[in-house]
């Protein structure tokens, strides 16, 4: 006797989905195989290997926006045409659910992130703890902009905890976002950068994690928007970022499951 093995729950759904988008005799809206997902800056490495997984499992292409999470909100606010939002706090999808622009039962916790100091192996400056950056010849100090970025915030919290932060203040550069931030520590322009693990094997550095317990926990949250006009591959992506595969990319670079 032949014993039929069905997929788990999760791969089920998507391969149903699939096979919904690609046999229905009705015509394919054009915007069907085609997403455009806004995600935060520290997702970018991550975010491109689960994209391509995805286009292979799926037929479905992601048009990626990487920026910090307070600006991509502002364009969700403003009207962009983005299918699902990813952040780097959960705050921000909250923000938007208040305002009536998600999709309320597709807001999800995906991923918690950490933060880390990260140097040039090119520089001769090592830091192994926070209190490392009063030294003198530190003379800058790169975080992205706390007024809108997630790691930046979490940056300044580490800092002023860890009773710092009046101290190296005039030090600081801040970047736009946290991959623009690690950019000025590998182009030189900063000697140390306080920037999101995830990014930690993008370039040829050094770094070493910032204790957790210094800032408030980085869950980060994502969210279909609402007037997405392909909400099914939309849902299809949260899934897949949700599922096993792609958790298992998430984690290979740095994240762990939100508690």
């Not at 995600?39 to 994209?51: C, Q, R, T, V």
């Not at 209190?131 to 530190?138: A, F, M, N």
């Not at 100090?141 to 002023?160: D, F, K, S």
């Not at 408030?216 to 970022?241: C, H, S, V, Y």
């Amino acid at each position: 006797m032949t014993t039929l093995r069905l997929p788990k729950a999760p791969a089920l759904a998507l391969v149903l989905l699939v096979f919904t988008l690609s046999c229905s005799s009705a015509p394919q809206d054009e915007h069907t195989n085609e997403l455009t997902v806004a995600a935060a800056a520290d997702l970018s490495n991550a975010f491109e290997e689960i994209g391509r997984e995805f286009q292979s499992a799926t037929n479905i292409k992601v048009i990626f926006n990487f920026g910090s999470s307070g600006l991509l909100t502002k364009q969700v606010e403003n009207g962009a045409p983005i299918d699902l939002f990813a952040a780097a706090n959960v705050d921000y999808i909250n923000q938007l659910e208040q305002k009536g622009l998600i999709i309320p039962d597709s807001k999800k916790l995906y991923a918690r992130g950490r933060i880390i100091l990260w140097t040039s192996k090119s520089s001769q400056i090592r830091v192994e703890r926070l209190g490392d950056l009063t030294r003198p010849e530190i003379k800058r100090i790169a975080i992205a902009n706390p007024e809108h970025a997630p790691y930046g915030l979490a940056a300044r919290q580490a800092l002023e905890r860890a009773g710092l932060w009046e101290t190296v203040k005039p030090k600081l550069v801040y970047g736009e976002n946290v991959r623009q931030t690690l950019q000025y520590a590998q182009t030189g322009n900063v000697e140390v950068a306080i920037v999101a693990l995830s990014l930690s094997g993008q370039g040829d550095g050094y770094w070493i994690l910032v204790p957790e317990e210094l800032h408030n926990p980085l869950d980060q949250g994502l969210a279909i928007i609402k007037g997405t006009k392909n909400e099914a591959g939309a849902r299809a992506f949260a899934d897949f970022i949700l599922g096993e595969r792609g958790q298992a990319i998430m984690k290979r670079f740095g994240f762990t499951k939100p508690n």
